[in-house]
């Protein structure tokens, strides 16, 4: 088939294109160079790169050579096939293959012995390693070294939660982490402890960071976390825990803060003004006081924001704050663009905020269910009436918020998320007080319901749903605190 | 830069089927077969044959290099422009532009043909991805039998 690669040439493009026209297209992709097809292969889940190994024999080994392992358990109907596909890999893959980039990611406790075969593969392959991602629930002192090691590491992923059926521990994040070439850092369920002299810097020794993530991470012992870093241009975070702490920013550079989840936690710190971009993906369970009052305080200390994107649940959370309205703020200033998402909303929210509205409107008689509370848009421009307006129905894809996974869904998580509070019990017994709120508030709204939408029998129905959620979830939390309390007692 | 060097002001890149196109040389910076190329001549103008890639192909390499060699465009707006790039190719034209950008030598295009690739086949059957490449199995059914089996921990 070498000769007629001229021909082929000659071969005018539209009846190249047309598949089994003749007999010569039947190789035309295969003169691709291995290491073309191994640039393909790279992309994929290691499952499926291994799985190419039946295509031909061409392909049979092509496999072995893939710079990048991507090992992720939900590829697989059992852990224990996962478990031996990973053993599998690290075994016969061709060792003298450069690594460029590994992740792990694996649901449930992880047995240490295969913990540890992927902690000593990453430290025999970590010359060039570049990228390096461990999501699992098993001890850190298994990986540390290894990840220490990897001094070439631009980004790291790392989630480490400690063994065990509930999660009301995290892990302590190592103060001995040094990565030099680091610009992307990505932390899930750690917590960040004081040590002996003053505040915690974590990240102030990672001197080329440009982007950090915190999802689901606290504090311990303090009630201040610094986010110290010349470099750090983007800040990432999500919360659904009620710790209240506060963050102090001492990035000049932070140009872009994004959030999902319940406001709990102030900002503060010289740079405020350096962030111009925002994103908030706000929501709440049920009617809390705070974390509407911190929402604003943000859009009011950061003051010098241009572009904010936010989700419609961000404006029904902010709408939450009573009378805020009738307010004359002195913020967003600078605001250029602003952009609103329209999703829908979460469960426990939009209960909330239907209970809300209906008090006011058997009050006043005003206005039920827009997805974009009233008044609320002029609001935010009211220093700024010339700033753009977008709002996009964004159900379907998005891009800011999705770069985090989305919590499993079973009842409400949010009820159910690892807390990392000091008093286990103590942070059990207020999650069931507000739940118990959330009861009450919906049982308030089924007799508001009963006066004011008699006819909406499918309201009631949801409700009555609604309700069936709500007391299995206080069921599972009971017996949870029921457990923990054996566990600890 | 070895570019800056060059005096080129206009280069003719000939296509496969005689299709020409004029560019700029800040077109052909990703495309090192032609680079390496111009870097070593001392004239205003040139033309190069490029008897492996068709017009038509030819012609989205160009649409996509001067959109990310634009200073003026956001990475929003690039962003935008690959996602859109992408959708309106067939798989074929896929496979030919990645030829097109291994034999140009185009790493970042390369690498941006390998990973539209990878979204197609991701969790295909066998066959999908046999047909998908045009591959012919060389193998006996006795023989992919035997090698389902030697890798069964990867087909779980």
């Known amino acids: ?489 | 830069m070895a570019a800056e060097k060059s005096s080129i002001k206009i280069i003719t890149l000939i296509a496969a089927d005689g299709s020409v196109f004029e560019v700029e040389p800040n077109i052909v910076k990703e495309m090192k077969t032609v680079q390496s190329y111009i870097d070593e001549l001392d004239q205003n103008t040139v033309s190069i044959p490029l008897p492996n890639v068709f017009g038509n192909d030819l012609a989205m390499i160009i649409e996509y290099c001067k959109k990310h060699a634009s200073e003026e465009e956001t990475k929003e707006a690039k962003e935008e422009f690959d996602f859109e790039f992408v959708k309106r190719m067939k798989s074929d034209d896929k496979l030919r532009l990645l030829q097109a950008a291994s034999y140009l030598n185009m790493e970042s295009f390369l690498q941006f043909m390998a990973k539209a690739i990878a979204a197609e086949i991701e969790n295909q059957s066998v066959e999908f991805v046999r047909d998908y490449f045009q591959i012919e199995s060389d193998f006996t059914p006795e023989e992919e039998a035997e090698l389902r089996k030697e890798n069964e921990w990867a087909f779980k």
């Open chain 1, 1 to 489: 088939t070498i000769s007629n690669s001229v021909d082929e040439m000659m071969i005018p493009p539209m009846t190249k294109r047309t598949r089994h026209c003749n007999e010569e297209n039947e190789d035309k992709f295969s003169d691709l160079p291995d290491c073309v097809l191994i640039h393909i292969l790279s992309f994929l889940n290691t499952k499926n790169a291994v799985g190419t190994c039946i295509l031909s024999t061409r392909w049979k080994h092509l496999w072995k050579r893939i710079p990048t392992l991507t090992l992720h358990c939900s590829d697989f109907s059992t852990l224990r096939s996962f478990d031996k596909f990973v053993s599998s890999i690290l075994s016969l893959r061709d060792d003298s293959i450069v690594l460029h980039s590994l992740d792990f990611d694996r649901n449930g406790s992880v047995e240490s012995r295969l913990l540890k075969k992927v902690a000593n593969y990453v430290f025999s392959h970590n010359v060039k390693l570049r990228r390096l991602g461990i999501d699992v629930k098993g001890d850190i002192c298994h990986i540390l070294p290894c990840i220490s090691s990897c001094q070439t590491l631009t980004s790291l992923k790392l989630s480490v939660s400690p063994k065990g059926r509930y999660n009301y521990e995290k892990t302590l994040f190592p103060k001995s982490l040094n990565l030099p070439m680091l610009t992307y850092l990505h932390l899930g369920n750690f917590a960040f402890c004081a040590g002996g002299d003053g505040p915690i810097e974590p990240f102030s020794a990672f001197n080329r960071l440009n982007g950090l993530v915190i999802d689901n991470c606290t504090v311990k012992d303090t009630q201040i976390l610094c986010i110290s870093s010349e470099t750090l241009v983007s800040l990432t975070m999500r919360n659904h825990s009620f710790d209240f702490y506060r963050i102090e920013l001492s990035a000049p550079s932070l140009c872009t803060f994004a959030f999902i989840g319940t406001p709990y936690q102030m900002l503060c710190g010289r740079h405020l003004n350096a962030i111009k971009q925002v994103n908030i993906d706000a929501e709440m369970l049920a009617n809390y006081t705070e974390p509407p009052m911190i929402l604003l305080s943000w859009l009011i200390d950061l003051a010098n924001i241009k572009s904010l994107t936010v989700s419609a649940s961000t404006l029904q959370v902010l709408s939450l704050i009573p009378d805020f309205l009738k307010d004359k703020l002195s913020f967003l200033r600078s605001l250029k663009s602003l952009k609103v998402k329209l999703k829908p909303l979460a469960y426990g929210l939009s209960m909330t905020l239907k209970t809300d509205k209906l008090e006011k409107a058997l009050k006043a008689g005003s206005e039920l269910s827009s997805p974009i509370p009233d008044g609320i848009v002029d609001f935010l421009l009211q220093n700024s009436p010339s700033t753009d307006v977008d709002i996009a129905d964004c159900s379907r894809f998005d891009d800011s918020f999705d770069q985090l996974p989305p919590i499993s869904s079973s009842l409400f998580p949010q009820f159910l998320q690892p807390s990392s509070q000091e008093h286990v019990m103590d942070d059990l017994h207020q999650r069931i007080q507000q739940l118990k709120k959330v009861v009450l508030l919906t049982k308030q709204y089924l007799h508001l319901a009963k006066e004011e939408i008699t006819r909406e029998r499918d309201e009631l129905l949801a409700l009555k749903g609604h309700m069936m959620r709500l007391s299995k979830t206080l069921d599972a939390l009971e017996q949870q605190m029921h457990m923990a309390m054996n566990l600890w007692q």
